[in-house]
């Protein structure tokens, strides 16, 4: 089956450090890769997508490049602020047959960052 | 654009009875919604996919009696925990989506605590 592995966290960096949230990813096929963050409190929202091999997504300062050789969707940003501070979910989307389709998550890695 | 909406954000409810919870797509026609649950520090887990006007598919191990989804039109999906227990307490988060588009866009999750 799909199946999404992110790195977990929690993770704590100092303001504007460089982060890095690693995802990796097994599907029966191409899938878009997704990137979710859900801030305390709050429901998911995305952050960037991409739907084919080395694709760019990009959003608010982050990127994640569609990387089909490595199965990967890593999540980057140069200098990250306390604002950023939540959960990101890497996710794949996967059009099986007779229509259907599913998101499927991976686990999510806290981020925590420190003035 | 893309906004979804749930009401309510949190409901507290005695054991035994029934809560509704509403998922609305503001600025487009949702021919798909999806219910998922997500448990304290933990991904989201999938509950049901529904398209308006038909029967929604459930995941392996959810109970179809207990959570009730009405998919009426392509605005709003409803879910309604039947007989509620303390363990159906949990943050439920739905999401809709375009036919043809494969990005999902996420409510802000409704908190239900049952006592």
């Known amino acids: 089956g799909n199946s999404v592995t992110q790195m977990e966290g929690p993770v704590t960096l100092s303001e504007e450090a460089f982060l890095t949230i690693n995802c990796t990813y097994t599907a029966t096929g191409y899938p878009s890769l997704f990137w979710y963050v859900q801030y305390p409190g709050e429901g998911l929202q995305l952050l960037l997508k991409?739907?084919?091999?080395?694709d760019k997504g990009s959003n608010k300062g982050f990127e994640a490049t569609y990387r089909k050789e490595t199965t990967s969707f890593h999540l980057e940003k140069g200098s990250v602020q306390v604002s950023d501070s939540a959960v990101y979910f890497c996710a794949l989307i996967l059009y099986s047959g007779a229509g259907s389709y599913q998101l499927t998550f991976g686990k999510g890695t806290k981020l925590s960052v420190i003035p | 654009g893309a906004v979804v909406s749930q009401h309510p954000s949190r409901v507290i409810c005695k054991s035994g009875t029934s809560v509704k919870i509403e998922c609305r797509s503001l600025d487009f026609q949702a021919t798909t919604m999806f219910w998922y649950r997500q448990f304290p520090k933990q991904s989201l887990m999938l509950m049901a996919t529904?398209?308006?006007?038909?029967?929604?598919?459930?995941e392996q191990g959810v109970e179809k009696d207990k959570f009730l989804i009405n998919h009426a039109s392509l605005t709003l999906s409803t879910l309604t925990v039947t007989s509620a227990h303390p363990e159906d307490s949990s943050f439920y988060i739905c999401?809709?989506?375009?036919?043809?588009?494969?990005?999902?866009?996420f409510g802000p999750g409704t908190r239900l605590t049952v006592l």
């Open positions: 529904s398209n308006e006007g038909s029967k929604a598919t459930y």
């Open positions: 991409a739907t084919k091999a080395d």
């Open positions: 999401s809709a989506k375009l036919a043809g588009v494969d990005t999902q866009y």
